[in-house]
Structures are given as structure tokens and as C-alpha cells.
């Protein structure tokens, strides 16, 4: 897979970033107008805005007046603001349960979608198509129902005797049907799973098998080592993404972040700083805590893969 | 569980399955049963997955007082008064927020299209100044959290009076902002065969030559998945919508849709459900006609 290729690429730079012999660059001219319009882009939308938005961390500034300096008090404020540090710790619990989850479901489901078995193609479309529809509104407000007090959820449970709460109500289950919406679009890293798994060449096992290893064995010493790098790939974007969620909790929570502030994501809660509040450097300020938070957890994501994710070159 | 017999058969039982080894009635019997075991749960798993679904479009069809009363999907009573409710419920027609939403895609679409092939193939193909450079921070953006340049973003859009129109959300399309697509293209581009376009230079045929007349046609198959999910992404977005278009007449479909969570006191569920499945009706389309460039692409990348 060559996105591996690329990924390794990366992994490589991080731990070492010596300077390359330098090329000649014959075709500079044709290179810089092709690129011209994503070069106008990263910019004027991204790096623009990312220093105009550092510089907005430190200011006061609610966008009918200019900003005015205020050092370091959003960061101050920002550390006794209870609400925040509740919505940093629903999003880690977020990002912490669903995203394993999600993909663990996605791994063991690939396993059992043998090469050439049948009904594949059906199994895939089926466990693919939530992924595609997931990120809509419309799933969410299906959520609030399949989940709500009379949804189909506790008429299952019902089946059983069981009376279920009205999960999406309740502050110690909301966050849970989110999370369960994410593990319920496990179809996209499912097929990412499933190209991995058909790279691996056939003449492995069959070395294996000669040697005697059994079915066991074989998973633990030919399929998941050769899959590390893609449940490593998976791993890290996953993470990325969850951190940013929006969508689902704003529409199952009706757009409260509730109940009791249960699923106030912190994407939720900063924009509701910036476009509620009108406190655009506070949410200046908490983009940038995000940005850092993702990227440490990222970099860590990538120390820990040299203890546990094979490259085989 | 420990190894069973088939793991200390001999090599070349392999090529004679089926002929006479010790035991083989045992070992077939016991994979058959494996498989039907197998089949059995993935088919649990798939009626998990689909159900909510299949329960969703059933219910959109349910007299409004029968939703969740019966909550069975096997139901005779069905209407389709869901629909012509739902259709005005939100003050305007829902047409207006399908056409809304179409125009949004269609600018995505184009814009990605044009932007980020462009972008690809220079870094694919040409040696510039900076190249690795730029491809890295390019890689960079696709995670960066769009948060760090949200509220200069949204500065830069209300001084060019471009608030409560469509251009905050198809302009950056055609600059190349989802970087994703030119990763995807990118790696699309390096899979072609080289001698293609060395043959094109021989011939004397310019840059811009070779890409639109060599590198599009043969980069299809990318341009297609790009398109495909283009359309998924922007027709379910929701967030720049949120912030850029606060207007009814110019509310998308995932918009519109909030304001049956918003004024959940009327309690229309049908009303909700159906439009809920109007909405779902085009990404669904596009999953029956891109099913193969999307899984594909997905693949080849490995990003949502």
C-alpha cells in the first residue's frame, strides 16, 4: 500500500530531519503555477490565519471592536474555567474509548471477511455504508431516537424485561451513544483493514503451515505484525479526527452540550466561545491548547510506534 | 485454543484436499461448522448495522402516533403524509435547501476537481523548488484542526462581505484546501507508469499539455473517488454552514435539519424521519453508483 510508503516516509523524517543532497529544479517555473492556486490557499487560509489566530490567543477580542493585548489572560482564564476542563475530559473520554473500539471491531471484522468467501462483497457494502452516512445530521437525529426513551434500543432491552433509561437524557449515557455512533461507522478503517490484509502474500502462511505453526500462531506472528503499520496509520488519523468531532454531539445534545454538560465536546464548547459568547480570543486561545494537545499526542503516538509497529525494511 | 491436526498435515496435503488424509471427514465438518458460525454472526452484525436504518425509513412512512408505539418494521399501515408535511414544516419548501445543497456540492466538486489535480500533478511529476517542503506542510494541513484558523477565517470572510453567501464554503474548494484530495491524487499520479509521460516529452508536449491531455484521462479513477466523496462530505457538512449561512433561504439540508431538533416541542417525528430520509436519499445514491471508486480510494489513502 503506498500510503505506507508515504507514512514511513514520515516516520523516518521525524527521527531523523538531515538536509538532502540538493536536486536541481528544472522544472520551476511549470511547478510553481500549478501549485499557484494551493500555494494562494495555504496562504490566505491557513498560514495567514494561523499566526492572526496565535496573535488572537493573546488578546481580548469579541469582533465588533479591534482586539486589544491581553497577554496571557486567556490562558489564565482558561485554566480555572471548569466547563472547559469538563469538555477536554468528554473528548478524551471520547477519543479514548470510541476510537480502540472502533477500530478493534474493524480489525476483528476484516479478519473474518476471508479472500473470496462468500457474500463478501455483500458484508462490506453493509458494514460500509453507516461510515458513509454517519457524519450526517440526519443519522444524528436518528440517534436521538434509536436512543431516546422509546427508541428501538430499549424496546430490544424490553424483549428482556428490562425497562432502559431514556439514554440520550441521562448525563452517564448520552456521552455513551455518541460513542456507540462512532463504533457503528467502523466500516471505513474496515476497508483500509481488508486491502492490508489482502498484501500479504499468500506464501507466508504456507511457510508457516509447513513449519507447523497453528491458526494462533499465525495471527500473532504473520498477520498482525504485517498489519501493524496500518492499524499504526488508522490509529493516529482516527485520533485526529475524533479530537475534532462536532456534529454528532451537537445534534444529539440538541445543540446544549447537555445533559448536565455530558457531551460538551471541546469543539463544542469553543465554538459556542466564539460564535455564542462572541470570545473569539478565548477560542483563539483554546484552538491553539487543542492543536497542541493533538499534536503531542500525536508525535507520542509516533515515539510508541518503534515499540510496536514492524516495518519490514 | 490449541493447534488442531490440520497444522502437523504434511505440505502436500494442501494440494490433495478432498483425497484420503488421516481424519479429513473431522476436519471438514468442523470448518463447515466454523463457517456457518461465522456467516451467522457477521449476518447478526449486518442486521445490527442496517437496523436503525431500515427502522428509519420504515418509520418515516408510520401514521405520526404509530412511531413509537410500534416500533416493529413490519408494519401495513403505512402513508405518505411524512413527506407532504415534512416537505413545508421548516417554512420553506424543502426544494429550497435540496437546490442549496446542490449548488454547495457542485461547487466543491468543480472546485476540488480543478485545484487539487493541479496541485498533484506538480507534485507528482515536477521538480521544483521547495517540492518536499511543500508536500510536507501539505500533508500537515490534513490534520491540522481547522480550529487554530477558524475565527480569522470567519474575520477574513465578513470583511469581504461574504457572510450569507456560498463562497466561504466553495471558494477555498477552488485553492486547493482539501488537502486530502491532492494526497490521494498524488499517490494516483506516482502509480502511473513513467514511460508515459517521458514518451509525452520526447514528443515535445509542454506541462500543462501533459497533464491535462495525458495525466486527466488516465487519473480518472482518482478524480472520480474525489468527486464521490466531495459530494458525501459537502452534502453532510455542517459546521461551516452553521457559522457562514444564518439565513433560511440559504440553508443547506443538514441545516434545515437542525430545526426539527430545535423545535422538537411540535414533536412531528414522521415529519422529521422523513426529511431526515430525503436528505440521505442522494449520499446513498452515491454510495450504490461510487461504491467501487470509494472503497477504492479509501484504500489507497486510508483516510475518512
Known amino acids: 500500500m503506498s500510503s505506507l510508503g508515504e507514512l514511513r516516509t514520515l516516520a523516518r523524517a521525524a527521527r531523523s530531519s538531515g538536509p538532502r543532497v540538493k536536486e536541481k529544479h528544472p522544472d520551476n517555473k511549470a511547478g510553481f503555477l500549478f501549485l499557484l492556486p494551493w500555494l494562494v490557499g495555504i496562504l490566505v487560509f491557513t498560514v495567514g490565519p494561523m499566526l492572526a489566530s496565535l ?13 486589544t493585548w491581553a497577554g496571557i489572560d486567556n490562558f489564565v482564564r482558561m485554566l480555572g474555567d471548569a466547563r472547559l476542563w469538563n469538555s477536554f475530559r468528554v473528548t478524551l473520554v471520547y477519543v479514548f474509548v470510541s476510537v480502540p473500539l472502533q477500530l478493534a471491531l474493524a480489525l476483528g471484522v476484516a479478519m473474518l471477511l476471508d479472500r473470496g468467501m462468500r457474500g463478501l462483497s455483500f458484508y462490506r457494502s453493509v458494514f460500509y455504508l453507516p461510515s458513509l452516512l454517519g457524519g450526517s445530521v440526519a443519522i444524528a437525529i436518528l440517534w436521538r431516537q434509536v436512543f431516546g426513551k ?84 488508522n490509529l493516529v488519523l482516527q485520533v485526529i479526527f475524533a479530537f475534532q468531532s462536532f456534529t454528532q454531539a451537537y445534534i444529539v445534545s440538541g445543540g446544549t452540550g447537555g445533559p448536565s454538560d455530558s457531551t460538551m465536546f471541546f469543539t463544542l464548547y469553543l465554538y459556542k466561545q466564539a460564535f455564542t459568547e462572541l470570545n473569539m480570543g478565548y477560542a483563539s486561545a483554546m484552538a491553539w491548547f487543542l492543536l497542541l494537545v493533538i499534536g503531542a499526542i500525536t508525535g507520542l503516538n509516533f515515539w510508541l510506534s518503534k515499540y510496536w509497529v514492524f516495518y519490514d525494511d | 485454543m490449541t493447534s488442531t491436526g490440520s497444522t502437523i498435515e504434511p505440505p502436500t496435503t494442501r494440494a490433495m484436499v478432498g483425497a484420503s ?29 442496517v437496523y436503525p436504518l431500515i427502522w428509519l425509513v420504515v418509520s418515516s412512512f408510520k401514521p405520526n402516533e404509530k412511531i413509537f408505539s410500534d416500533l416493529s418494521i413490519f408494519t401495513g399501515d403505512l402513508t405518505f403524509e411524512n413527506y407532504l408535511h415534512g416537505w413545508t414544516s421548516q417554512q420553506l419548501p424543502f426544494s429550497v435547501f435540496l437546490v442549496n445543497s446542490s449548488i454547495l456540492v457542485l461547487g466543491a466538486i468543480v472546485g476540488n476537481l480543478i485545484s487539487c489535480s493541479l496541485a498533484a500533478y506538480a507534485f507528482a511529476r515536477l521538480r521544483f523548488w521547495g517540492r518536499n517542503a511543500f508536500f510536507a506542510i501539505m500533508l500537515g494541513t490534513i490534520m491540522l484542526p481547522f480550529h487554530v484558523v477558524l475565527v480569522p477565517q470567519f474575520v477574513i470572510f465578513r470583511e469581504l462581505g461574504w457572510l450569507e453567501t456560498f463562497l466561504p464554503l466553495i471558494v477555498p474548494k477552488f485553492l486547493a484546501a482539501d488537502a486530502f484530495f491532492i494526497f490521494l491524487m498524488v499517490q494516483f499520479i506516482r502509480g502511473l507508469p513513467k514511460e508515459i509521460f517521458e514518451a509525452a516529452r520526447i514528443d515535445g508536449a509542454g506541462q500543462f499539455r501533459i497533464y491535462s491531455q495525458i495525466t486527466l484521462p488516465l487519473m480518472v479513477p482518482a478524480l472520480a473517488t474525489t468527486a464521490i466523496f466531495t459530494f458525501i462530505w459537502t452534502w453532510g457538512d455542517f459546521f461551516g454552514p452553521l457559522i457562514y449561512l444564518r439565513t433560511r433561504e440559504n440553508f443547506p439540508v443538514s441545516i434545515a435539519l437542525k430545526g426539527f431538533v430545535d423545535a422538537q416541542s411540535s414533536s412531528d417525528y414522521g415529519a422529521m424521519f422523513a426529511m431526515s430520509v430525503v436528505s440521505l436519499i442522494p449520499l446513498f445514491l452515491a454510495f450504490l453508483i461510487g461504491q467501487r471508486y470509494l472503497i477504492k480510494g479509501f484504500a489507497t489513502t486510508g483516510i475518512k
Do not use: C
Not at chain 2, 463457517?35 to 447478526?44: E, P, Q, T, W
Open chain 1, 55 to 67: 496573535y488572537l490567543a493573546f488578546t481580548d477580542y469579541n469582533l465588533l471592536q479591534p482586539p
Open chain 1, 150 to 233: 422509546e427508541g428501538i434500543v430499549n424496546g430490544f432491552l424490553s424483549w428482556f424485561g428490562i425497562e432502559g433509561p431514556g439514554w440520550i437524557a441521562h448525563p452517564d449515557f448520552a456521552l455513551g451513544t455518541i460513542i456507540v455512533l462512532h463504533i457503528w461507522t467502523f466500516g471505513s478503517p474496515m476497508v483500509i483493514f481488508l486491502a492490508g490484509l489482502r498484501q500479504i502474500p499468500d506464501m507466508f502462511y504456507e511457510a508457516a503451515e509447513v513449519d507447523g505453526a497453528g491458526r494462533v500462531r499465525r495471527f500473532f506472528s504473520i498477520t498482525l505484525p504485517l498489519l501493524t503499520p496500518i492499524i499504526f496509520f
Open chain 2, 21 to 49: 488424509v488421516d481424519q479429513p471427514d473431522a476436519g471438514i465438518a468442523r470448518r463447515r461448522w466454523m463457517s456457518v458460525l461465522k456467516h451467522a454472526g457477521l449476518i447478526a452484525l449486518s442486521v445490527v448495522m
